[in-house]
């Protein structure tokens, strides 16, 4: 006697599984990595960052970072740069969030501070250090603080005032503040920047650290700046709202911060509430890149890789991540829990309906709201009856 077969049913690609962090689900593994649009005005979001972050939303993004966000305004690289340092910018923060939410997607912000890197002008000026000729222009110079009187390796790059230990605790009361600020704007994930040469980093990394006090020294002492602004986050986020911290896993000349500094961190953050650690590289001597690490498609996963196995942190990948099926088999082999894209979806911000149609997605093209949608099975199915005729 002959039994139908029962075929199994064909499971959605992972990248298209939704994923659960403490109290918040997103619809799939796809993150919109924070990006600088240098549009800001006074620190504060215009229409361009609803347009902006509202696109990826309706375009099916699981995650929507908005951008690297300055908790303090003299921790803006450029007069142009985004912040949450005043109440005043909550509202127009609060348009965005509420708008992300509404098409689907989670939003989300970076928290951080420029440090030695601020006071520059935009990117497609090199981000030339301000100096005081600029204040024809409108731009102001301001004075940079950091872990240690040690300039950036950037031409022309003032020395900046290395933080009292009075001052540190105000800056990080400023992320605490900020903190605060994103919860009552919306947003549901909040990363501390700890990477890309920026002031967290300069603590971190013993080429810009030379202090000799509680915050540098010898590995312990150099984390406790980050350490103490993710205590001071958590006293303030919300507890079923995911934490993710940007670490830059290698950088420095011959290894000055290696990945085994970087698990060590990791495993510290960890136990204080940090829920995602998203590995980036570079940044410490300059642009954000280093010699150490080749830039080869997923350059970075195999920091997430280790980082997610030896500390129990979900992970996410990013860097030269642009093809589905390289984002699936990340994320099916282990190494990281989340896939963040940015200049690919600056080219193509329609990459996960793509993605979707590529990993062979059943109804591929409901990753997108039904305005979309609706027309474009229309179009499939006058393509189909063409193609029969």
């Avoid at 979900?314 to 989340?338: F, K, M, N, W, Y």
């Avoid at 039904?370 to 229309?378: P, T």
Wanted: overall charge neutral; some cysteine.
């Amino acid at each position: 006697m002959s039994y139908p077969v029962s075929k199994p049913e064909r499971k959605a690609p992972l990248l298209f599984e939704p994923i659960t962090l403490r109290g918040v689900t997103a619809r799939n593994r796809i993150v919109v990595s924070p990006m600088c649009q240098f549009s800001s005005v006074d620190g504060g979001p215009t229409d361009w960052h609803l347009v902006n972050s509202g696109k990826y939303a309706i375009a099916g993004a699981g995650v929507v970072f908005t951008e690297e966000t300055a908790v303090e305004a003299r921790g803006r690289k450029t007069h142009e740069c985004a912040g949450l340092y005043s109440n005043s910018h909550i509202a127009g923060y609060r348009r965005i969030t509420e708008f992300v939410r509404a098409r689907g997607a989670v939003p989300a912000i970076q928290l951080g501070h420029a440090g030695r890197k601020a006071s520059c002008d935009s990117p497609w000026n090199l981000f030339r250090p301000l100096i005081e000729s600029d204040l024809a222009r409108g731009l102001a110079p301001w004075t940079c603080v950091s872990a240690s009187a040690v300039p950036a390796p950037r031409e022309g790059s003032p020395v900046p005032v290395a933080l009292s230990v009075s001052e540190i605790g105000a800056v990080i009361g400023s992320w605490r503040e900020a903190a605060r600020r994103s919860v009552d704007a919306g947003f549901d994930i909040c990363e501390i920047h700890g990477a890309h040469g920026y002031l967290m980093h300069q603590f971190l990394s013993p080429l810009a650290n030379r202090r000799t006090d509680a915050y540098g020294g010898d590995l312990r002492g150099r984390m406790r700046f980050a350490l103490e602004v993710v205590e001071a986050v958590r006293t303030v986020w919300p507890h079923d709202r995911p934490l993710f911290f940007r670490v830059s896993a290698m950088d420095g000349p011959g290894g000055m911060w290696s990945l085994e500094d970087t698990v060590e961190l990791s495993r510290e953050l960890v136990q204080r509430g940090v829920d995602v650690i998203t590995c980036s590289s570079g940044g410490i001597g300059g642009p954000m890149s280093t010699e150490v690490v080749p830039r080869v498609p997923g350059y970075h996963v195999p920091y997430c890789e280790r980082v997610r196995r030896e500390t129990g942190a979900r992970t996410c990948a990013v860097g030269l991540i642009t093809e589905p099926h390289h984002a699936e088999q990340i994320l099916q082999s282990g190494q990281a829990d989340l896939i963040a894209l940015a200049r690919e979806l600056l080219y193509d911000p329609h990459w996960p309906v793509h993605a979707a149609n590529a990993l062979g997605l059943p109804g591929y093209l409901d990753v997108l709201p039904r305005e979309f949608s609706w027309w474009l099975k229309r179009r499939e199915q006058l393509r189909t009856l063409t193609a029969d005729q």
